[in-house]
């Protein structure tokens, strides 16, 4: 439960963070496509070869995820773990838990097109969770934990580069305006939720550059795959109102710290200046060619580039962890007094 590692950022002296908990998608899921029925995984090879001992635990990424460096950097623990890792012990349950599952979105349409878990279910997860704690520490302790601690929430991407622009299926329904109108309200129905389960500080990511994801480039950035403009501007439609309505709920919400955290601007400024942050590559990822390769397709046959900190990119979709490290640090000197 303890953490050997000496936190980055020094808390006041009356202020404790005890643990991290996870909600959302890929990003932050720390393994638990790995106990259900679906192809968005990647406990193989080459996924983890960063990760101690080389060991894919079905992180989507080549090492460290935002939780275990913000965990880290709090002076928490190493390591998040996934709910529904068979492996998770009693002692893991005070510092807290990802229930986040890659594939998912804010739209309940997301999270059934790949089989996966969706925000919902996650919620049923975390209320299973809290009864776990409760029997295990009490009902006071417990309470303490939850509101203290930090429950990060990270979706959207997948709503948008999978369910709107590549596979379609809501484009027929919805303008993007009137789209990001039903995925800020199923997220500020969410974060609702969470304040009521005990939540406090809630941190709410917005939706990266997603034109400019490698995979993206190679759907629609044309022949010489740039940005994709179209899924840029998508994405900021969604961050201005998704920001305003995070807003409004701290106003509504007593005691709450609900932040809208602006990851759009640092990643496109880390992909359009990569050799500012000591980056050389940052239109492909590592896996194979880099323009296509994720999950299923970035296996043991793909190979890899020779040195993976000279990519912002892991596969096709995910950050490696050398960018994660450069954004998380961004985040945590810019956000972090706003949970205090």
């Known amino acids: ?10 808390l006041p002296p009356n202020v ?7 909600f959302g998608d890929s990003i932050v899921d720390q393994g638990n496509n790995n106990a259900i029925k679906t192809l968005v995984k990647c406990n193989f090879p080459p996924y983890g070869k960063d ?5 894919p635990t079905g992180r989507f990424g080549n090492g460290k995820t935002p939780p ?16 529904l890792d068979p492996n998770l012990k009693a002692q893991d349950l ?35 969770y809290i009864k776990k704690l409760k029997g295990a520490i009490g009902e006071e302790s417990a309470n303490k934990i939850l509101s203290n601690s930090i429950h990060m929430v990270v979706a959207g991407s997948d709503d948008l580069a999978n369910t709107y622009f590549t596979i379609g299926i809501r484009r027929e329904q919805y303008d993007i305006s009137s789209y990001a109108d039903l995925m800020v309200s199923s997220a500020s129905t969410f974060i609702q939720e969470l304040y009521q389960l005990g939540a406090r500080r809630i941190p709410v990511f917005g939706i990266p550059p997603i034109g400019c ?20 501007q998508a994405a900021q439609i969604v961050n201005s109102k998704l920001s305003a309505a995070i807003d409004s709920l701290t106003q509504t919400l007593p005691q709450s710290r609900v932040v809208y955290i602006d990851i759009y601007n640092p ?7 990569p050799q500012n942050y000591g980056f050389e590559v940052s239109d492909r990822g590592c896996c194979g060619t880099g323009n296509f ?44 007094n706003k949970f205090l």
Not at 1 to 10: D, L, V
Not at 51 to 55: D, L, P
Not at 215 to 228: F, K, M
Not at 267 to 273: A, F, S
Request: glycine fraction near 8%; include cysteine; proline fraction near 5%.
């Open 1 to 10: 439960m303890s953490c050997s590692c000496e936190g980055a950022i020094k």
């Open 16 to 22: 404790t963070i005890p643990g991290i908990f996870a």
């Open 51 to 55: 990760f101690e001992g080389g060991i």
């Open 68 to 83: 275990d460096l913000i965990a880290a950097e709090l002076g928490i623990k190493e390591l998040i773990p996934a709910y």
């Open 94 to 128: 005070p510092t807290g838990v990802s229930f986040a599952s890659g594939g998912c979105g804010y739209d309940p349409q997301t999270s059934q097109l790949v089989s996966v878990t969706s925000l919902s279910s996650q919620l049923d997860q975390f209320k299973e």
């Open 213 to 232: 994801l490698p995979s993206q480039r190679t759907l629609a950035g044309g022949s010489i795959r740039v940005c994709a403009e179209q899924y840029n």
């Open 267 to 273: 990643l496109l400024d880390l992909i359009q200046h």
């Open 293 to 336: 390769e994720v999950v299923i397709l970035c296996n043991k046959y793909s190979g890899t580039c020779p040195d993976d900190s000279k990519y912002i990119f892991w596969d096709s979709y995910h950050p490696t962890e050398k960018a994660y490290k450069v954004l998380i640090d961004q985040i945590l000197q810019k956000y972090i």
